[in-house]
């Protein structure tokens, strides 16, 4: 249910738009391509990021056929004029509504949105919605702004009432330029951009003012879960500064989100199910990227988990927060 796409070929933004940030694609040698923003290097992918049956293949080699797929974060484009950014995120949401209608029963897509505009972003839902992606993909802020923020109410407003679930996927790491050394962005901020947008909607009361907004958090809650007893204890002993605007135990929300299994560690994966429940952690991998679990699953087999659970987190549990029957895939 965490997995990262990119179209094969990408308009050239920058030079359409006129100023720069945005990703082109060099392919630079056959099934292989340098992701750029302007002139700096970002990464270097290969076609298993764009192409469906290479995917499929590689899937089937871990007994999984299905496919939940999104948008690779650093093309959010949260940082370009609104219009430009609702550009960006058609082509890339058109790009997954062909694909998953080409491949129904081994692909569910998640659009992107140009979170930076409201309106716009609302707009574009409903076009997700009838273009038949069951979801969308945010980032953990948005230009630095937490997702507690009122100017989001509408789009969390709108996302229950189309039925469009959401995943949130750390990004704009905080203190990224005082880290940039042994990858600390990823290993460190990543895990903390996840815990910041956790308590932002926690603390900001957003699943009690949106009960039906069905959210996943990437990375098995990056470093929410392991600090529950420092927030809850930050909450209880400094109500004046974390309970403002939610009187909740932030423990008490356990459960009522999901998270997926990414921990890389059968005995933190323990602590989460205790933590949430198997039917609120589902089969992560962010796939096709080398921090992620591009064995899908291998160590929860391992683990000797009951048959139930191993079935919540494989199945059950992303069915349930997309909203999905099982048998459409039988």
């Known amino acids: ?11 050239d ?19 292989w391509a340098r ?81 930076q505009d409201v309106e716009l972003s609302i707009n574009e839902l409903h076009r997700i919605k009838e273009i038949g992606l069951k979801g969308v993909q945010i980032g953990s802020n948005i230009e630095d702004e937490n997702l507690n923020e009122p100017k989001f109410f509408p789009i969390w407003e709108a996302c229950e009432k189309l039925d469009l679930a959401v995943l949130v996927h750390p990004w704009n790491m905080m203190g990224k330029k005082q880290m940039e050394r042994y990858w600390l962005p990823w290993l460190v901020g990543m895990p903390a951009e996840t815990s910041r947008a956790m308590c932002s909607m926690i603390f900001g009361g957003i699943f009690d003012k949106f009960p039906n907004l069905r959210v996943n958090f990437c990375h098995a809650s990056g470093s929410f879960l392991s600090t529950i007893g420092r927030i809850e204890h930050g909450f209880n002993c400094r109500p004046d500064l974390v309970a403002v605007d939610n009187l909740n135990n932030p423990r008490e ?16 994966l323990k602590y989460v199910l205790k933590m949430q429940g198997s039917k609120r952690v589902t089969l992560g991998s962010d796939y096709p990227f080398p921090l992620g679990d591009l064995e899908i699953g291998e160590f929860i087999n391992q683990m000797n988990l009951d048959t139930n659970v191993v079935e919540d987190i494989f199945c059950n549990s992303t069915l349930e927060w997309l909203n999905i029957k099982k048998e459409y895939f039988l």
Request: contains cysteine; positive net charge; glycine residues 6%.
């Open 253 to 268: 929300y356990c459960g009522r989100f999901w998270v997926d299994c990414i921990t890389h560690d059968k005995e933190m």
């Open 35 to 115: 992701m750029m923003q302007g002139e700096k290097f970002f990464r270097e992918i290969n076609h298993n990021s764009w192409d469906p049956e290479v995917r499929i293949q590689e899937y089937q080699s871990f007994s999984t056929k299905v496919q939940v797929v999104c948008t690779i974060p650093v093309l959010f484009s949260y940082f370009s004029k609104p219009k430009d950014g609702l550009e960006v995120a058609k082509f890339l949401n058109d790009d997954l509504a062909s694909l998953v209608a080409k491949y129904p029963k081994n692909y569910v897509g998640l659009g992107t949105l140009p979170m």
């Open 13 to 31: 933004w920058e030079k359409k738009f006129g100023y720069g940030g945005f990703i082109r694609l060099e392919h630079h040698k056959a099934k």
């Open 1 to 11: 249910m965490h997995t990262h796409m990119i179209p094969k070929n990408l308009p």
